[in-house]
């Protein structure tokens, strides 16, 4: 951290905000030249407040040079992170999918869908439960009952199940029961829900607020690995801005942005990003030669009829084809699908 003080700092301010850092451990190195006092700050200095520092008086300006995360970051962990979910490795040049309904409807309707991914080769299932929407008067999902039914797809099926967790009063049932656990967009800066899952053992998949810049992102990964789990897996779906035409922007030069910074593995959400199902194999293709580690996708054997997100479900002949052509593109690609 760089530290450059006002023009008419007196001896007194300087030497008191050397002693500051000093008595909190840091190093603390003159760097001052002819014009400006500056000093440089070594240490961890991950856990100070810059906007508290920039109020101490004889304090001009504050610029960080490690990063605020440092559990998420590449800079402290070289290699990238691989989290195995019951034999499925994510990250570490693996291109994976996971594919299923936005929300469980029946149980019918789930156990057709995770038979027909199962089919085309996905490797997980997806399927929400508990559903965070807009409208209080719209299908809030099965909950604990379609928990129930997730279980059921996966011992037909053997694909290991990711569904998203909503409250913290739920993370036993979710321990106990699912393989991944997703956190959704709406829910990536709720801390204490972030902070608990941090003190599980599962992998979580925690997707990119509609409105969090990558920095943001990383920090609430940051909450759960400074909790002591390991185990995250980031996952871009788009981001609001004032384009409408699609549902979210997809951002993918974040996943560039996220294996500069990270040692994180990152999925694509090509469904939520695009909102519109005639997009998702080509948004999908873009991921993989991006350099994604996979995408989540949703699938629906009937999305006219679907309670959720049918616009942007594949029918699961369309999402059949597209698994075909990822498959042909992953080797030119560097990256390897089985
Ligand atoms: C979902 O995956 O079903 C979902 C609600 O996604 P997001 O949190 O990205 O909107
Ligand atoms: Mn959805």
Redesign the pocket.
């Known amino acids: 951290m760089i530290i450059t003080m006002k023009q008419d700092v007196t001896d007194i301010e300087f030497s008191n905000l050397k002693k500051f850092f000093e008595d909190k451990g840091f190093l603390v190195k003159d760097i001052s030249g002819a014009e400006l006092k500056v000093i440089g700050i070594v240490g961890d200095t991950a856990k100070l407040d810059i906007e508290m520092i920039k109020c101490i008086p004889g304090v001009q300006n504050v610029t960080r040079i490690q990063a605020s995360y440092k559990l998420a970051s590449l800079a402290f962990h070289h290699e990238p992170t691989v989290i195995d979910v019951k034999g499925v490795k994510i990250g570490g040049g693996k291109f994976i999918v996971a594919a299923g309904p936005?929300?469980v409807e029946t149980e019918e309707q789930i156990i057709s869908v995770a038979k027909s991914v199962k089919a085309s080769g996905s490797h997980l299932l997806r399927g929400?439960a508990f559903?965070p929407r807009t409208s209080p008067y719209s299908f809030q999902g099965l909950e604990a009952e379609g928990l129930d039914l997730l279980m059921k797809a996966r011992e037909v099926t053997g694909l290991p199940i990711v569904t998203e967790i909503m409250s913290e009063d739920m993370i036993d049932r979710f321990v106990k029961d699912v393989d991944i656990i997703q956190v959704g967009a709406r829910n990536m800066q709720n801390f204490h829900l972030l902070k608990a899952l941090g003190r599980t053992n599962k992998p979580i998949l925690l997707k990119r607020g509609p409105s969090a810049t990558i920095e943001e992102w990383l920090m609430s990964a940051e909450y759960i690995l400074a909790e002591g789990n390991p185990n995250v897996i980031l996952c871009e779906r788009g981001i609001r801005t004032f384009e409408k035409y699609t549902r979210n922007t997809l951002d993918l030069s974040s996943v560039l942005a996220v294996k500069q910074l990270s040692h994180l593995p990152v999925l694509v959400d090509p469904?939520?990003s695009a909102g519109r199902w005639d997009m998702v194999e080509d948004l999908s293709k873009a991921a993989l030669a991006v350099g994604a580690d996979g995408i989540i996708v949703?699938v629906h054997n009937d999305p006219e009829r679907a309670l959720?997100?049918g616009n942007?479900?594949l029918k699961p002949e369309k999402f059949d084809r597209m698994m075909k052509k990822l498959r042909l593109i992953a080797p030119i690609v560097d990256k390897e699908m089985e």
């Open positions: 936005c929300s929400g559903k469904s939520h949703e959720c997100d942007q479900s």
